[in-house]
């Protein structure tokens, strides 16, 4: 059972990530004279988002005992924490206590982020291993871009949060979508607008892998990297981080031709295996730290599936010949012919052994 010094406080993790990922951006005293810029009001709303989604969410549900920061509630907490958020809260400075009944005025957009994330955190449940997605809507795709011999992989940078790797996403655009209906009522075609909701609901496949392809494109402009030099190689769904109830499509895509190493400069088991596990904070030589979990927590929707694919028989280095597979093979079902006591391990676990091994 961990003991109450094993457990870094509400307080204190808040702390370590608004210190990491946003005071960079703040000012080192609070003034009540300097109003923020719009752009960095923007990108102080982001990266609040992010915290809030790292403390209410993974945090809470590694140590399930802590309590749910909601948005009032963390909202004070982060401007006692930091005072200099202070000119970035537009609720907090009303000097009276009428209800919040036009978010979209009475709120400042790091508000509205922080609101936002509560939603998004409180959707997925911290106390649930898996949350529960049944009926939540695509609204964006994702990629994790691989090279030619499935050994490295492309990450952006500091797109969604400054400071931390992410894949590459794209937001479904439905302000371009038009379809062809019958109108009531007449014999001929009327072009409409599709909804949002409609959309989301009913969004075929082969958009989704255009708007995936065109995402890689955008992310990877000026890198040589052509459509007809891709292919997917895995396709899932994964919980959304960017709205509230809403799922991503995830695709794995492979690079069919060699590039430079500027172009996939991440090894592709060191962004999986060792930057994806363990706690978000932890203590060394009595002080707590950020861990790099931090770093590419916007790839912890996507962990699970990029693991079970990783750990595939299908996911074998390129490198590996005809020979070197059978082999494999071989001393797979020699092992569990063999084994004297326990359960057979499953080939995916002895396969991860085998390129632990090799590697």
């Not at 000097?95 to 509560?118: F, G, H, R, W, Y």
Request: glycine share 2%; aromatic share 8%; charged share 25%.
């Amino acid at each position: 059972m961990m003991s109450a010094s094993d457990l870094c406080a509400t307080e204190d993790t808040v702390l370590l990530l608004l210190d990491y990922l946003v005071d960079p951006l703040l000012p080192a005293r609070p003034s009540s004279r300097d109003i923020p810029s719009e752009s960095l009001q923007q990108s102080v709303a982001k990266q609040v988002h992010a915290v809030v989604l790292l403390h209410n969410y993974y945090h809470i549900k590694q140590h399930r005992q802590l309590k749910f920061e909601g948005f009032e509630s963390f909202s004070k907490l982060a401007v006692v924490l930091k005072p200099t958020l202070l000119a970035h809260m537009k609720l907090l400075q009303r000097s009276n206590d009428s209800e919040l009944d036009d978010p979209d005025k009475q709120l400042s957009v790091t508000e509205k982020k922080i609101m936002d994330a509560c939603d998004i955190s409180n959707s997925l449940d911290a106390s649930k291993d898996i949350p529960s997605t049944e009926g939540w809507p695509i609204s964006k795709v994702a990629v994790l871009l691989i090279d030619s011999r499935k050994e490295n992989c492309f990450l952006k940078h500091s797109s969604m949060t400054e400071g931390v790797f992410s894949l590459i996403e794209k937001d479904l655009d439905v302000s371009s979508c038009i379809s062809e209906v019958m109108s009531e009522g007449k014999q001929k075609r009327k072009k409409i607008k599709v909804t949002r909701n409609f959309f989301e609901d009913a969004v075929d496949e082969d958009t989704l892998q255009q708007v995936a392809f065109s995402a890689v494109k955008e992310a990877a402009d000026g890198k040589g990297i052509n459509q007809n030099e891709l292919i997917i190689i895995r396709s899932d769904v994964a919980y959304s981080l960017s709205k509230e109830k809403t799922m991503a499509r995830f695709y794995i895509m492979q690079c069919k031709e060699s590039k430079s190493d500027d172009v996939f400069e991440i090894p592709i088991r060191d962004a999986i295996d060792s930057s994806l596990q363990g706690p978000l904070v932890t203590k060394s030589s009595g002080k707590w730290t950020v861990t790099q979990v931090v770093d590419y927590f916007h790839l912890l929707p996507y962990a699970g599936i990029m693991s079970d694919w990783l750990s595939s028989p299908t996911t074998l280095p390129n490198c590996w010949n005809q020979s070197a597979v059978l082999q494999y093979m071989e001393l797979f079902h020699l092992h569990n012919i063999y084994v004297q006591s326990g359960t057979p391990i499953e080939e995916k676990t002895f396969l991860a052994c085998i390129i632990l091994y090799f590697s």
